[in-house]
């Protein structure tokens, strides 16, 4: 079995967790269990995932397991008529929540899981004085899955965890921190496997535990960290037969522009101060491997896309021409982020405009609520309103990508952006500064795309207007986008590189 370690999956994620969604998929498809683990406690996990077309198979997450759920469906759910309230209270219905009153008294708040009507996800209770004293937490999947208890401060102090036939399978305490915020101080797993209880100092070290068990169900068990801040330091911890691999979603130096010689990103440093502890490290370009190799000669170094296609049957079929799509639309995705400079992909946008009048550019990402608004302060401050769209994160960008004629990025560096990759499976050309890592591997500059020395930006805005206002090049540029990712990136090709890099 294959586990490829994550922290989460959210609503809104990052290339990491669509990386390892996009792999799981792979390896599922020729027929290799795989399987995502994610750490955090998260009651919607299974509803999240359909958003991406995971499927709940696909995923394991350790709260699931210690509770005995990985395997429950989520064909039932609660309601407040299910919940056996007492005939004489009187409930308040709201559109977020209800309030249950006893008279003049709330009793309880019922609150519902966000997108549903009426489908109960917490339970709030409240004491004489109006306290909150406890609150049941419903699963998506339509059980009670833990209850929180709170002090005479408000602060949580205790929660207890059930399997779905309401037995306490775990028990966590906390403690105030340094700013009086609760801390998980104690875990304790109650009669873990008939054998009496075992305790935990936190959740990462129950998250070690966890991935030991894993390990012991399989004699052939492969660890993938996808996340190094969630998964170096347990494998590190793992004194067993299992495989362990590392992927790098991220440039592995402090300073981006001297990736040999530079300290390593905090999270890294300790995989690779021992990299004898690990099978492999995966990088998504050959550029980073080979530096990393430099710095590391003796470990196990190599790369593999982070995403696949299909291969096209015939030349040209499918591909939606720049004729079909909106005219002189530029489109960004990733996070909306200083260091990915969107403030200068605006200026650069605006020196567009000047020229093309009716080019358009859509950002799709989520950031900082600040940065954003203070970006889109700066796209009044360019009178490029009505030219520029915020459309925030969206799950699945395949239809959208052909709606679009070209990509721009202007990022300091990256692990090798997986936007750029699924931009050009969809035919549309990048236009991007050279970073470490990625456009110098994916870009053939002049030929699908152009390659921009960073803090150009008046020769970015040049390489646009130039594809915008040559209907003919443009047309030559997404073809040519389209065969180099459908030539370079299939599933098959994808699926064959790491057959001989594990073994399989």
């Known amino acids: 079995m294959y586990y490829f370690v994550n922290e989460y999956i959210l609503q809104k994620n990052s290339s990491v967790e669509h990386t390892a969604m996009k792999r799981v998929k792979l390896f599922n498809h020729y027929k290799t269990p795989a399987k995502i683990v994610t750490k955090i406690y998260d009651r919607l996990l299974h509803q999240t995932i359909k958003k991406f077309d995971v499927d709940d198979s696909e995923v394991l997450n350790m709260f699931d397991y210690f509770q005995e759920a990985t395997a429950l469906s989520a064909d039932k759910f609660l309601t407040t008529e299910d919940m056996n309230i007492p005939i004489e209270y009187e409930i308040n219905v709201g559109a977020n929540f209800s309030g249950i009153f006893n008279g003049d008294r709330l009793v309880e708040n019922v609150g519902f899981i966000p997108g549903t009507i009426g489908r109960v996800f917490y339970q709030e209770f409240f004491d004489q004085q109006g306290n909150r004293v406890g609150t049941d937490l419903w699963d998506w999947r339509g059980f009670k899955s833990a209850t929180q208890y709170f002090g005479q401060n408000g602060q949580l102090i205790s929660q207890r965890y059930y399997n779905v036939s309401g037995a306490t399978v775990l028990e966590e305490y906390f403690a105030p921190d340094t700013e009086g915020k609760p801390l998980s101080s104690r875990l304790i797993l109650k009669n873990y496997r008939d054998k009496g209880d075992l305790f935990f100092q936190n959740v990462d070290d129950l998250f070690v535990f966890f991935l030991n ?292």
């Open 213 to 504: 068990e894993l390990s012991k169900q399989d004699a052939d068990t492969t660890f993938m960290v996808d996340r190094p801040g969630t998964g170096v330091q347990p494998m590190l911890a793992l004194n067993d037969a299992s495989k362990k691999y590392l992927y790098i979603p991220i440039n592995h130096g402090v300073n981006p522009n001297d990736p040999v010689f530079t300290d390593m990103d905090g999270f890294l440093q300790p995989a690779f101060e021992h990299f004898n502890q690990f099978d492999g490290f995966i990088t998504a370009t050959p550029q980073q491997a080979e530096h990393l190799q430099t710095r590391y000669p003796k470990a196990h170094i190599f790369s593999i896309s982070g995403t696949s296609t299909l291969p096209v049957s015939k030349e040209g079929t499918g591909n939606v021409a720049v004729t079909d799509r909106k005219p002189h639309s530029l489109i960004y995705v990733g996070r909306i982020a200083p260091d990915k400079q969107i403030d200068q992909q605006l200026r650069m946008f605006a020196l567009v405009k000047d020229r093309v009048t009716d080019a358009t550019m859509t950002l799709f990402g989520y950031g900082d609520p600040k940065y954003v608004e203070e970006m889109k302060k700066l796209v009044t401050e360019l009178k490029l309103d009505g030219s520029v769209t915020f459309m925030d994160y969206v799950p699945g960008l395949d239809k959208l990508y052909d709606q679009y004629q070209v990509m721009t990025n202007m990022s300091m560096a990256d692990g090798g952006p997986l936007a750029m990759q699924e931009a050009m499976i969809h035919g549309v050309p990048v236009i991007s500064y050279k970073f470490n890592y990625g456009p110098a591997e994916y870009i053939k500059d002049g030929k699908d795309g152009f390659l921009v020395d960073s803090g150009q930006t008046l020769a970015m805005a040049e390489d646009v207007v130039k594809l915008f206002n040559d209907d003919k090049q443009l047309a030559e540029f997404s073809n040519a986008a389209y065969t180099s990712a459908h030539t370079r990136w299939t599933r098959r090709k994808v699926w064959n590189r790491w057959q001989k890099e594990l073994g399989l």
